[in-house]
């Protein structure tokens, strides 16, 4: 399984347990993904470590002094 960090602006858009789709977009020198509909959006992600998985299921709502955190997990293997 791996592990994804997404940040989220506002409480309530997603829930844990809650199966989320994700949309990939691309910069000059990375990925970056977004729960749909422009719920959370990652970091940017190195082109060697790009996402496979569209869907995924939400395992974690944080929230701390940033803001909250998305956690979702997706089924396939971490790279390395």
């Known amino acids: 399984m791996r592990k994804m ?3 989220m602006e506002r409480p309530g858009q997603v829930k844990e347990g809650d ?3 994700i949309t990939e977009g691309l910069l ?9 509909p422009a719920v959370a959006m990652s970091g940017n ?3 060697n470590k790009r996402l496979k ?18 956690t ?3 089924n396939e293997e971490e790279p390395t």
């Open 5 to 7: 960090e997404f940040k």
């Open 19 to 21: 199966k989320v789709s």
């Open 28 to 36: 000059p020198s990375n990925y970056y993904y977004i729960i749909n």
């Open 53 to 70: 998985s569209k869907e995924g299921l939400v395992t974690a709502v944080i929230e701390n002094a940033r803001g909250y955190y998305v």
């Open 45 to 47: 992600i190195p082109f």
């Open 72 to 74: 979702v997990k997706f």
